[in-house]
Nanobody, 124 residues
Framework: QVQLVESGGGLVQPGGSLRLSCAAS????????IGWFRQAPGKEREGISC????????YYVDSLKGRFTISRDNAENTVYLQMNSLKPEDTAVYYC?????????????????WGQGTQVTVSS
């Protein structure tokens, strides 16, 4: 089993940056792909990025390519999401999740464990 805790959210001005962290407990972290999802008020949760167990493969939703970067440090049991050039429409609760699938993707039903989420608000 894997427990996930997100951190790094907050209030940032448009054009600013944040780095989210997803810290995992459990010795089997290395075997899981990690995805980042977000859910804005009144909208469905959407998968925005993921990284496979080794870090050799990543996925980004087309609308975020070039602004967000996912990475992982298996020695620290942590996955990061660097978010640059933030826009008001990036405002949402951001969640990380763990998947035992070999290839990660943006589909919520492929993820076994979820964190509680961290709020990101982009506003002037």
């Amino acid at each position: 089993q894997v427990q996930l805790v997100e951190s790094g959210g907050g209030l940032v001005q448009p054009g600013g940056s944040l780095r989210l962290s997803c810290a995992a407990s459990g010795s089997t972290f290395y075997y899981y792909g990690i995805g980042w999802f977000r859910q804005a008020p009144g909208k469905e949760r959407e998968g925005i990025s993921c990284i496979n167990f080794s870090g050799s493969s990543t996925y980004y939703v087309d609308s975020l390519k070039g602004r967000f970067t996912i990475s992982r440090d298996n020695a620290e049991n942590t996955v990061y999401l660097q978010m640059n050039s933030l826009k008001p429409e990036d405002t949402a609760v951001y969640y990380c999740a763990a998947s035992s699938k070999v290839v990660c993707g943006p589909w919520t039903d492929e993820y076994d464990y979820w964190g509680q989420g961290t709020q990101v608000t982009v506003s002037s």
